[in-house]
């Protein structure tokens, strides 16, 4: 049995080996079956490719041929449009920029246009320049100490009105103390040989004492001591040494009093402002590049928080001022009233008139022209403008002096700008030509 079985396995392993070579050789037999069939229709197809081939062919020639006489066509109308292009410009002679404006009433009136006949005549004018109130330096005064001090006691507010004379703070200083106790010491002696005479106490002690004593005074009265402070030290009872006040060396108002008592204060250092505000500086700034001459004694409008008051010219800087890069002009204003105060800002307005007849147009009226050049329109007829070129002269207040104009002439004082933008219209062509 078992023999058996090994023969029928030995059988099937040798029989498969052929089956499977036979199956591989059918499947081939086959695939050429199909590559055959595959090549008929190649072929078939590739026949019909070649048709349209020369089908495309004969196309091309015939698209070729209507390219080359679209072309043609073109050029011939190309030609014909350069040829018409050309007699176009032969017959306009090009297109140049309009040199007059027209204007009917309507356009004159909407856009504010403004003229007047041109005279040669006399101009009042008038110069702004920003201004500021100040103490006028000759009637006010500083009140400092001239040697380190306290301060004891005010006697003044701020604003009130004080006399010459009048006590203003009492200081103390050990500087003050020393000079007046040498006054006291040198003046017996001094009162005593004076009462002896030159003849009994000899020269050199008799000059010496007087010495003393007028060095002793004017100590004290450097100090800021006065006459009847000095007078007081005489009296052997005043034992208040180092004590003295300042008072006021002019009439006038306190505008400052920056100090407090008990403080100690500087030689130099201000602690009372006074002013005598009857008369005020006014110091205006003019451009560094103003040409203006103004007289001694020349009048100027002052106008500061709504007053008005006239002021004259007193003194002139010949520098320019550092911070503003100005020119400085101090002028003396009257204030009876007591109306204007320093620290005030002011508007300054010089009054001039000129010497001989001009031509001169607002700056409203000058325009540049396409050059650069500065042009004025003129009125040669109603509603007519035409554009003539200026040389500008000097600045007359809000005026500006002309020359190429004459007088007689109808020029356009305001809305230039529109006139100048008609004429640009009328040499603007849209085509380009």
Do not use: C
């Not at 306009?92 to 403004?114: D, F, M, Y």
């Not at 004492?209 to 000095?230: F, V």
């Not at 000058?366 to 007829?381: F, I, N, S």
């Amino acid at each position: 049995m078992k023999k058996t079985l090994i023969s029928v396995f030995a059988l099937t392993l040798l029989t498969a080996p052929l089956s499977f070579v036979q199956a591989e050789e059918d499947a081939h037999q086959e695939v050429g079956h199909d590559h055959a069939a595959s090549g008929d229709d190649h072929q078939e197809v590739t026949g019909e490719e070649g048709e349209h081939k020369e089908d495309h062919g004969e196309e091309g020639e015939h698209e070729e041929e209507g390219e080359h006489e679209e072309e043609g066509d073109h050029e011939e109308e190309g030609d014909h449009e350069e040829e018409g292009g050309h007699g176009h410009e032969d017959e306009n002679g090009g297109h140049e920029e309009a040199a007059t404006a027209s204007i009917n009433a309507k356009q004159k009136e909407l856009a504010g246009i403004e003229v007047a006949t041109l005279e040669s005549k006399h101009v009042d004018y008038e110069i702004y320049a920003p201004g500021e109130l100040l103490t006028n330096g000759y009637t006010s005064y500083h009140v400092s100490p001239r040697v380190a001090s306290v301060v004891l006691r005010r006697h003044v507010e701020l604003g009130e009105h004080v006399t010459k004379g009048q006590p203003l703070v009492t200081l103390f200083s050990e500087t003050v103390a020393q000079a007046q106790a040498g006054y006291r010491k040198a003046f017996p002696e001094w009162k005593r040989i004076s009462g002896l005479g030159r003849s009994v106490v000899g020269d050199q002690r008799f000059n010496t004492a007087k010495a003393n004593i007028e060095a002793a005074r004017a100590t004290l009265l450097a100090y800021g001591l006065n006459d009847d402070d000095i007078g007081a030290l005489k009296a052997s009872g005043v034992d208040s040494l180092g004590e003295y006040m300042l008072r006021a060396r002019v009439d006038g108002a306190v505008l400052t009093d920056e100090f407090e008592q008990g403080q100690r204060v500087e030689a130099g250092q201000p602690l009372v402002t006074l002013a005598d505000e009857s008369e005020l500086w006014v110091e205006a700034h003019l451009p560094a590049s103003s040409d203006i001459v103004l007289e001694k004694g020349a009048e100027a409008e002052v106008r500061a928080a709504g007053r008005v008051g006239v002021a004259t010219v007193s003194q002139e800087a010949h520098t320019i001022d550092p911070v503003t890069r100005t020119r400085i002009v101090r002028l003396e204003l009257d204030n009876p009233e007591d109306r204007f105060h320093p620290g005030m800002f002011a508007d300054v307005y010089f009054r001039f008139k000129t010497s001989e007849p001009v031509l001169a147009v607002p700056e409203t009226a000058l325009m540049r022209g396409a050059d650069g050049d500065w042009t004025v329109y003129v009125e040669e007829a109603e509603g007519e403008y035409e554009p003539v070129e200026v040389e500008l002269g000097r600045s007359i207040g809000g005026l500006r002096e002309v020359s190429g104009l004459a007088a007689g002439q109808r020029v356009v004082l305001r809305g230039a700008f529109f006139v100048a933008s008609e004429i640009a219209k009328g040499g603007f062509d849209p085509h380009n030509h």
